[in-house]
């Protein structure tokens, strides 16, 4: 016969208790977020945890799950199957923790757990006036705080879409060293968002980029809007135009080698473009 006095419950089995250690372990959500358990909290029933160490274990009715016939003075580790969950926004405060075993008692361990936000939006990329989407570009998911980070990668239709974000405040943007490899800019530049936490989770919406050529220099800006005038007096031809200025100028040279004409390499304000134009 063994008991557990935390939770009054008296356990029978062919097994010898005298000098055997035992663990009582009950997931929760933390409705209040104070990491201990109150009256009112409500017990997952349906989760599973697994020791790595081969022990007995069973789920009981309400909700505990108890493991015996440990050695005492001993440390386990333990995993929490996050798959066994009926609601996938149900997310433990840690996923895996350790424990050392006493002798001749039930030792109680609570698990709190969280509901999760969901995070929707997307990365499109405007290229000849027209927005696209960027499979696999990935967006930087940061909290304020500093102890939280996921990189989230784009969808084949650049929609972005995560479930898991516990509650509090973050910073987004997208990934720069593949803005630095496509050569465009994101705008806006980064975004922020809180999750705020209710039982049935939070959804957070609206998280979306677009890439856009590198701004210009000021001085190539106002040199351009100076050409641009003089162009309004005369006929011009386009050629080409492209995201960075070093495709328009290789496509300008190899034009000019053909053609045998001058031709210019131009930033369009209202297009966000470099264009290749034949006087």
């Known amino acids: 016969i063994g008991y557990d006095s935390h939770y009054g419950k008296l356990l029978f089995n062919g097994i010898h208790w005298v000098g055997q250690s035992a663990v009582s372990m009950?997931?929760?959500?933390?409705d209040n977020q104070v990491g201990k358990f109150d009256k009112g909290d409500q017990v997952i029933k349906d989760g599973d945890i697994t020791l790595r160490q081969a022990v007995s274990s069973d789920l009981f009715t309400s909700g505990v799950i108890r493991a015996w016939n440990l050695l005492p003075y001993?440390?386990?580790s333990?995993?929490?199957q996050s798959g066994s969950l009926r609601n996938p926004l149900w997310v433990p405060e840690r996923k895996?923790?350790?424990f050392t075993t006493d002798p001749n008692v039930y030792k109680a361990i609570d698990i709190p757990f969280y509901t999760a936000g969901v995070l929707e939006g997307g990365v499109k990329r405007l290229q000849n006036v027209r927005l696209r989407a960027v499979p696999g570009i990935e967006v930087v998911v940061e909290s304020t705080k500093g102890h939280y980070h996921k990189d989230i990668s784009a969808f084949n239709d650049g929609s972005i879409y995560y479930v898991g974000i516990p509650p509090g405040k973050y910073r987004v943007e997208v990934d720069p060293s593949q803005l630095a490899d496509l050569g465009v800019r994101s705008v806006p530049a980064y975004r922020k968002f809180t999750v705020k936490f209710n039982k049935t989770g939070d959804f957070i919406k609206g998280i979306d980029f677009v890439l856009k050529a590198p701004k210009p220099p000021e001085a190539e800006i106002e040199k351009e809007k100076?050409?641009?005038a003089i162009r309004a007096m005369r006929y011009l031809i386009q050629l080409g135009a492209f995201s960075?200025?070093?495709r328009a100028r290789d496509f300008a040279v190899e034009l000019r080698r053909k053609i045998r004409k001058p031709v210019y390499v131009r930033y369009n304000v209202?297009?966000?473009l470099y264009v290749v134009q034949l006087d």
């Open 226 to 228: 100076k050409a641009a």
């Open 78 to 80: 333990a995993d929490i």
């Open 26 to 30: 009950r997931m929760y959500l933390d």
């Open 96 to 98: 895996s923790f350790s």
């Open 270 to 272: 209202k297009a966000g």
């Open 74 to 76: 001993s440390r386990y």
């Open 244 to 246: 960075t200025v070093r």
